[in-house]
């Protein structure tokens, strides 16, 4: 999943529908360093399920959701033995970013192929756009938010136009859509 402007009251309505064994879940929202650490704790109370930071080797498992942490890193998920694993990874901004939802896109994408469902939400620019494309076009079901429950209808906007949304629904379905699609994956 992936947010920027208003995606912190959109996050917590999306995962609110999440039950304890929802399906492992990473997250890109663009936020400064100081704020993911206590954003992370205020998800984990909106939810069944266990919401924390990521970190470097964090094993994606069912009923564990991980916010990339704030700053110099971006969150990737990658391949560990049979499973998955989050992955904290340096460099330059991507897309103007850092987290980037390009980079998390992106390495689901090629990490996960049709195995994954991505989410688009509310936020300023194209962050995560291009590569939300990618995750459809590697099988990925995707989900975009749709103007009226945008608090800015930018992000979400350019996926869509790119064919990078599948479904376009509000923002009270997506939570919902996401484990219905999720259910449908091999």
């Not at 947010?3 to 399906?23: D, Q, R, W, Y």
């Not at 916010?67 to 991507?94: D, F, I, N, W, Y």
């Not at 975009?144 to 350019?158: A, D, L």
């Amino acid at each position: 999943i992936g947010a920027s402007t208003g995606g912190v009251e959109a996050l917590l309505k999306v995962i609110s529908h999440f039950p304890a064994n929802c399906p492992p879940t990473v997250i890109t929202q663009h936020m400064p360093a100081v704020f993911t650490t206590s954003f992370a704790a205020r998800l984990d109370r909106a939810t069944a399920a266990s919401v924390s930071e990521a970190y470097d080797g964090a094993p994606l498992q069912p009923g564990r959701i991980y916010l990339a942490p704030g700053g110099e890193m971006h969150l990737e998920v990658s391949k560990a033995g049979p499973g998955l694993q989050c992955r904290l990874r340096s460099g330059e901004p991507v897309s103007g970013h850092r987290p980037s939802v390009d980079a998390l896109f992106a390495s689901v994408a090629s990490t996960c192929g049709s195995a994954a469902v991505g989410a688009i939400l509310t936020g300023m620019g194209r962050d995560g756009a291009a590569s939300l494309k990618l995750m459809r076009d590697a099988g990925a079901r995707t989900v975009g938010q749709n103007e009226e429950s945008c608090v800015v209808y930018g992000m979400p906007r350019v996926a869509y136009e790119m064919g990078g949304v599948e479904h376009q629904v509000s923002l009270e379905k997506i939570g919902p859509m996401i484990l219905t699609l999720a259910e449908k994956k091999p």
